[in-house]
């Protein structure tokens, strides 16, 4: 069964740091992984979705990278900002379950202070 | 603007009543899911349906009906058997390439 780990579980950083989110997953059978950010009380957005056969997506200042072989994803925040503060969440669909639905880690927590 | 409604946002439920959540896109997304959230045990799958008229439970059912008659729509009710109800509930849809997007959620508190 795939499971999903997200290390650390929070994370504080100075204004202005370069900063990368760790994602594990056991069953590297994937179909696609895909990084989220959840405000405090809100519904999940979308930051990037990686399909199996690519390497890596960029947006902004944003790169999510993927590896299946060694099961990681890394999420890279460029110049971190105040409002990045938030809690990021990575999901994986495995072949097995494509159609169905994501397995989910429990989150980083980011804090940035200015 | 297209996206995933619920409402309502906060809703208060006593004890041995059902509460009806609503869900609705407007993304043309064939499949839709619920899950449950709670602090420290990230997202849980109660339902999913990936066509209109079909619907499964996923791994936390138990306690959960839902219904889905039109695309748009994909209600779930929360009954009297659900032991533990008080939690965040969020919708969400999926689009062909695999983007999962959510609606804002919906916070029940039993009283």
């Known amino acids: 069964k795939q499971e999903v780990t997200q290390i650390p579980a929070a994370l504080s950083v100075p204004e202005g740091e370069n900063l990368v989110l760790n994602c594990s997953f056991t069953?590297?059978?994937?179909?696609?992984l895909q990084w989220f950010r959840q405000d405090p009380g809100k519904g999940l957005t979308s930051l990037l979705l990686i399909q199996s056969s690519q390497r890596e997506q960029t947006s902004g200042r944003l790169n999510a990278s993927l590896d299946k072989s060694s099961g990681r994803s890394t999420l890279y925040i460029a110049a971190s900002q105040p409002g990045d503060s938030a809690t990021y969440l990575c999901?994986?669909?495995?072949?097995?379950?494509?159609?169905?639905?994501?397995?989910f880690g429990k989150g980083t927590t980011l804090s940035v202070s200015s | 603007d297209g996206g995933i409604t619920q409402s309502p946002k906060y809703l208060f439920r006593k004890e041995g009543q059902n509460v009806t959540l609503s869900c609705e896109q407007n993304?043309?997304?064939?499949?839709m899911y619920w899950y449950r959230q709670d602090p420290g045990q990230g997202l849980r799958l109660i339902y999913y349906s990936q066509i209109v008229n079909d619907f499964q439970k996923g791994d936390i059912a138990e306690g959960y009906s839902v219904s889905r008659e039109k695309k748009e729509s994909f209600p779930l009710t929360v009954t009297s058997a659900q032991k533990n109800p008080t939690a965040f509930y969020l919708c969400a849809s999926i689009d062909r390439a695999g983007e999962l997007f959510f609606g804002e959620g919906s916070r029940l508190t039993v009283l």
């Open positions: 069953d590297s059978a994937i179909y696609n």
């Open positions: 993304l043309n997304h064939d499949a």
């Open positions: 999901a994986v669909s495995s072949w097995s379950q494509a159609g169905t639905a994501l397995i």
